[in-house]
């Protein structure tokens, strides 16, 4: 039995999130979230991003790096 090709999957467009995800953590009595996401750029390459929210007000907003890696779980 042959299996069929997945030839129509198609690479996201550049610019487009690939993946996002967020976690909360406590300092000092206060609550923060960390999110971190994923972006599709050109030739196949991706840029990681996160930044920090308190309650909805963002502290520190998108900036390249990988957070996620000290979320604790597997993202993938």
Same mark, same amino acid.
Request: hydrophobic letters at 35%.
């Given at each position: 039995?042959?299996?069929?090709?997945? !030839? !129509?999957? %198609?690479?996201?467009?550049?610019?487009?999130?690939?993946?996002?995800?967020?976690?909360?953590?406590?300092?000092? %009595?206060?609550?923060?979230?960390?999110?971190?996401?994923?972006? %599709?750029?050109?030739?196949?390459?991706?840029?990681?991003?996160?930044?920090?929210?308190?309650?909805?007000?963002?502290?520190?907003?998108?900036?390249?790096?990988?957070?996620? %890696?000290?979320?604790?779980?597997?993202?993938?």
């Amino acid at each position: 039995m042959d299996i069929p090709a997945n !030839d !129509d999957r %198609q690479e996201p467009e550049i610019g487009a999130v690939i993946r996002h995800v967020s976690m909360t953590t406590r300092i000092h %009595q206060t609550v923060y979230t960390l999110e971190n996401r994923t972006i %599709q750029l050109g030739a196949g390459e991706v840029r990681s991003e996160y930044r920090v929210l308190l309650e909805r007000d963002v502290i520190k907003d998108w900036t390249e790096g990988d957070v996620a %890696q000290y979320f604790g779980r597997d993202i993938e």
